[in-house]
């Protein structure tokens, strides 16, 4: 069993040096959760103020109601669909690179929940704190900006980063435009092999372990938060 788990693996991996299709992949895959990530956190905190402030002041009502449109398009249709929206409809009279279309794609759709995400933990914060603003002569942007997001974004600070680990896996779905991801990368080496497990398999155990270790971190972090709240 052993010998054929080790010529197996010698066909998968070692031959023709291909894996490097995982290693490859799994840059893209870093690449693409990195890039979209920041995306997705730039597009939810800005829509995130826009739908506080008018929730706050009542002004921005044209703003408002393009975000809420967004909001309600974006989570309620597949990533996928997004992506190949993106790529085949928008983009499909141009040359662009895969790449930069699954960042697009990818961080327009982690915008929508970190959007939400931003807005619970703003208004999660004790009105009395605005008041507590406009008391230190304070107007309404300044007073989100000095002394409201610091707070929220220390709340919501692990389920950001718990959407960076949600993200990180949605991008396996990025071979769908035949970018070479992580993902793409395994399925090309089960097509040259005819051997299903070995690649499939290594690419899951390099998930989870990735998943395994961005987990820690955000334990650790909220450990950390835990004990400054003290």
């Given amino acids: 069993m052993w010998e054929n788990l080790a010529n197996r693996f010698v066909l998968n991996f070692v031959t023709d040096n291909q894996w490097k299709y995982i290693t490859d992949g ?15 956190i730039i597009i939810g905190f800005l829509i995130a103020l826009v739908r506080t402030g008018h929730d706050k002041t009542g002004k921005m009502k044209i703003l408002n109601v393009l975000c809420s449109l967004y909001l309600t398009v974006i989570r309620g249709t597949p990533v996928v669909v997004q992506l190949l929206i993106i790529y085949f409809v928008v983009f499909g009279s141009v040359k ?19 959007a939400e995400i931003f807005r619970s933990g703003i208004m999660s914060i004790e009105a009395g704190q605005f008041e507590a603003g406009r008391s230190l002569g304070f107007n309404y942007s300044q007073t989100m900006w000095y002394i409201i997001m610091p707070q929220a974004f220390k709340n ?28 793409k990368g395994g399925d090309i080496i089960r097509s040259r092999t005819y051997d299903a497990f070995m690649p499939l398999i290594a690419v899951a155990l390099i998930y989870l372990t ?7 971190l955000v334990q650790i972090l909220e450990r950390r938060l835990r004990r400054s709240e003290r």
Avoid: H, M, R, W
């Avoid at 799994?26 to 997705?40: C, P, W």
């Fill in 26 to 40: 799994l840059a893209i895959t870093l690449k693409v959760t990195l890039f979209a990530g920041i995306a997705g």
């Fill in 96 to 114: 662009i690179d895969k790449t930069l279309v699954a960042i697009l794609a990818f961080g327009i759709n982690s915008g929508a929940y970190v």
């Fill in 156 to 183: 919501v600070l692990p389920a950001l980063c718990n959407e960076f680990i949600a993200l990180l896996k949605e991008t396996s779905v990025a071979g769908y435009i035949a970018l070479q991801d992580l993902t």
């Fill in 210 to 216: 990735l998943v395994v270790v961005f987990t820690k």
